[in-house]
C-alpha cells in the first residue's frame, strides 16, 4: 500500500515568491495534518483536515498560509509571500478518522529553503 | 511552559547499553501518549503507543505516570540501528497532537 506521497521534495525560492505543496494521503484516512518542523525542533501542526473540513487551523499563519483540502483527499498549503522564517520541512501525515488512539503516518515532507 | 518538553541530548551510547528518555507534559487533560522515531533527514515513524499500565515491545519498554505527567522509553541491549531522534507526543483534548524537540540517539560500536 502507497504510504503518504508529498511534492515537491525539495524546493528553493527568494521571499517574497509564493509556494505551493500538495499532499496526497494513505487512501481511506480522512484525517489530514500539515505540520512545520523546523531544525532541531519536533513537529508543529498547522492545520488538521477531518474530510475536507479544516477543524483546527489554529496555529496556521493566516496572514500568509492557506490550505484546502478539496473533496477531502488531496490537500495544498500555500505560502504567499514566503519570508525568509519560512524556511523549514514541511510535513503532511495521515489517519484513519482521526481518533486519539490512531497512528499518523507522515510523508516525506518537502524541505523549503528562502533565500 | 512548552506542552511537551524532552531532554535534546544528544545521548551517546555504546552497543548493548541500556538508555532511558523522559518526556514531560503541561496538561493533565491530556489523553493518549506515544513515541516516534525520526532517522536523519527522514520523516518520523511511529515507534509505541504509551499505554496507562505500561508496555513492553522488544527491548523497548513505554511507561506513563499520569501524577507526574511525564512519559519515558527504556531500551535495551542498544543497537546500531537505535540511533535516531526519538521524540515524544502527545494528544489533548480536542485531538490536538504537540511533539517534543526530540532526544537524540547515538550507538557507538
Known amino acids: 500500500e502507497a504510504g503518504v506521497v508529498q511534492s515537491p521534495r525539495y524546493k528553493i525560492i527568494e521571499k517574497k515568491q509564493p509556494v505551493a505543496f500538495w499532499c496526497n494521503p494513505i487512501s481511506g484516512h480522512n484525517t489530514l495534518y500539515w505540520y512545520r518542523q523546523n531544525l532541531g525542533q519536533g513537529p508543529e501542526l498547522l492545520i488538521r483536515?477531518?474530510?475536507?473540513?479544516?477543524?483546527?487551523d489554529s496555529q496556521l499563519p493566516k496572514d500568509r498560509f492557506s490550505a484546502e483540502r478539496l473533496k477531502g483527499v488531496d490537500s495544498t498549503l500555500k505560502i504567499q509571500p514566503a519570508e525568509l522564517g519560512d524556511s523549514a520541512v514541511y510535513l503532511c501525515?495521515?489517519?484513519?478518522?482521526?481518533?486519539?488512539?490512531?497512528?499518523?503516518?507522515f510523508g516525506p515532507g518537502t524541505r523549503l529553503l528562502v533565500l | 511552559r512548552k506542552e511537551v518538553e524532552q531532554d535534546p541530548g544528544p545521548f551517546n551510547v555504546p552497543e548493548g547499553a541500556t538508555v532511558a528518555f523522559n518526556c514531560t507534559y503541561s496538561n493533565s487533560a491530556s489523553q493518549s501518549f506515544f513515541w516516534y522515531r525520526q532517522d536523519c533527514r527522514k520523516e518520523p515513524k511511529l515507534l509505541m503507543s504509551?499505554?496507562?499500565s505500561g508496555n513492553e515491545d522488544g527491548r523497548f519498554t513505554a511507561q506513563l505516570n499520569r501524577a507526574s505527567q511525564y512519559i519515558s522509553l527504556l531500551i535495551r541491549d542498544s543497537k546500531l540501528s537505535d540511533s535516531a531522534t526519538y521524540l515524544c507526543?502527545?494528544?489533548?483534548?480536542?485531538?490536538?497532537?504537540?511533539f517534543g524537540t526530540g532526544t537524540s540517539l547515538t550507538v557507538i560500536p
Open positions: 507526543v502527545v494528544n489533548r483534548p480536542g485531538n490536538q497532537f504537540y
Open positions: 483536515y477531518e474530510n475536507e473540513e479544516a477543524v483546527d
Open positions: 501525515a495521515s489517519s484513519l478518522s482521526g481518533r486519539a488512539q490512531e497512528t499518523q503516518y
Open positions: 504509551v499505554y496507562s
